[in-house]
């Protein structure tokens, strides 16, 4: 029999599950809870917390395309969505467009194999921005379902062996820039930020079964010039340009397919693309989510509101950043820019008047999203610059251009923290760490493979898993 190189985390939740029927409940708990205290999970996009935070210090600082790297699988497309990481599974999900299909991948975390995939064909009209492909919305799992939104195509349930357990439709997805809203999962409901569009809906459905707790539909930022041309360029049959995003051999050009919107969607550019967290604020919990126009906090089991701040612009990409009882949300400015606002948990009602801390403007686009430490907030531009920002104040510390050695400096990619040290990827796949600290400091640079890179890091017991437009990366080697 071959070596077990399992990860020690996975291989200890695999023994644990093996014998538990000899455990008592008691000593069972005790054993995951060390497990868990070893290493975290990567449930879904931003991680265990929701909010970009690791906390696991093992995880390397430094590789190339050679070096500190466990293994590399190609994917059969390009895709936007970050990995979701569970024991010895990693979970992808991967449109693949000549096949009309959107999937959920699953491979194994020791070797890269893949172990099974499991999806739908969708083969009706659905637009999109070249630049987001179908399948974007990045997986989440509690350790024995898997959730994969595959917008317009529904929300699918599946077991760790790809069996699906259910699927629910909500309707199309009729933004021009298509869909991207991860699904989470917390108190055995999973919520979902469905849109943005027409039919754009903040749902709760049972884990297990699929059922539809709740339903919210929170007021539109309002219907904006880019709704009302979307709704007149759908009657008219319009679209996207048919060659977006190709260079003259074909071959897909990322830089190419800038403001390649569908105008055939009656939904228009207008919306929320933002995953929800949900946050302790005082004695309750608060599901919170940033919509077009402001942020809201809602009673995770029923869907009550419970406060709403306003501020920000009818476009919003990224997920708030969240630390010391504080939250950032940020929104897309027309044509150019952003707007931030940070809110204090925990009111009631409207408190735009009373807990709104600031609201700051930045002539940068930031599509990622940002992370708080060290009274700061850190964001990065999509034009490759990383931002500092006082916590309390909003006002700037510092901003760096983070250069590589790529063609495409740019970046997309959420930032990720563990201990005092970001991490973050460019559009040419090459990492950069720098310290979480009012002073900029860069510490290194990584390189690998020139790979077209819109996704997030994932990280999980001493590894990182990169997803390019080409392959999956597994960085780290893990433990013996």
């Known amino acids: 029999m071959a070596p077990d190189h399992r990860p020690g985390f996975a291989r200890a939740r695999l023994y644990i599950a093996h014998h538990v029927e000899l455990l008592g409940s008691g000593l069972l708990t005790l054993l995951l809870a060390t497990a868990s205290a070893h290493a975290d999970e990567w449930p879904s996009f931003r991680g265990p917390q929701g909010t970009g935070v690791s906390n696991d210090a093992s995880i ?32 992808v999900t991967q449109a693949i467009d000549s096949e009309k299909r959107r999937t959920l991948m699953c491979f194994r ?28 919305a990045s997986p989440a799992t509690d350790g024995k379902h898997v959730i994969a939104s595959f917008g317009s195509a529904g929300l699918f ?54 059922e539809v707790v709740w339903k919210a539909s929170p007021q539109a930022a309002g219907r904006g010039f880019g709704q009302l041309l979307g709704s007149f360029a759908s ?5 996207g340009p048919a060659d977006a995003g190709r260079n003259p051999d ?13 105008t055939s969607g009656a939904g228009g550019f207008n919306g929320s693309w933002s995953t929800p967290v949900v946050v302790q604020a005082g004695d309750r919990e608060e599901l919170v989510v ?32 969240v630390g010391d009882g504080i939250l ?5 400015a027309i044509p150019s820019g952003t707007q931030l606002l940070a809110v204090r948990l925990g009111g009631s009602g409207d408190v735009t008047g009373t807990h709104r801390l600031w609201q700051a403007n930045l002539p940068k686009d930031c599509i990622g999203s940002g992370v708080i430490a060290a009274d700061s907030l850190f964001l990065m531009a999509e034009n490759g610059i990383a931002i500092c920002l006082d ?51 860069l510490l290194h640079t990584n390189p690998t493979e020139e790979e077209t890179t819109c996704a997030s890091l994932a990280i999980s017991d001493g590894q990182l898993f990169l997803r390019t437009y080409e392959s999956l990366w597994c960085i780290g080697q893990g433990e013996e």
Do not use: M
């Open 60 to 91: 390397p600082l430094t590789w190339n395309a050679k070096e500190n790297v466990a293994w590399r699988v190609p994917l059969p497309d390009r895709g936007n969505a970050t990995p979701a990481v569970w024991g010895d599974r990693v979970f």
């Open 109 to 136: 975390r020791s070797d890269g194999e893949l172990l099974w995939q499991s999806g739908v064909v969708y083969d009706k009209a659905d637009p999109t921005n070249a630049q987001n492909p179908h399948g974007s």
């Open 157 to 210: 349930a599946f077991d760790f062996d790809g069996n699906e357990l259910w699927r629910r439709d909500f309707g199309d997805v009729d933004s021009w820039h298509g869909s991207g809203s991860s699904p989470i999962i917390h108190g055995g409901l999973c919520f979902l930020n469905f849109g943005p569009g027409t039919k754009s809906a903040l749902v709760a459905c049972r884990v297990d079964t699929g």
């Open 235 to 239: 009657r008219l049959g319009g679209g």
């Open 250 to 262: 074909g071959s897909f050009a990322f830089e190419r397919a800038a403001n390649t919107a569908d």
């Open 290 to 321: 940033v919509h077009g126009g402001h942020v809201t906090g809602y009673e995770p089991a029923t869907g009550r509101e419970l406060w709403t701040c306003s501020g920000l612009p009818p476009q919003v990409f990224t997920s708030p950043a």
């Open 328 to 332: 950032v949300a940020t929104g897309h």
């Open 391 to 441: 916590l309390d104040t909003g006002e700037k510390r510092w901003e760096k251009r983070l250069r590589g050695q790529g063609r495409s400096g740019g970046a997309w990619s959420s930032l990720v923290l563990v201990g005092d040290k970001i991490l973050v990827t460019n559009h040419s796949s090459e990492t950069f760490v720098i310290r979480a600290s009012p002073e900029f400091e």
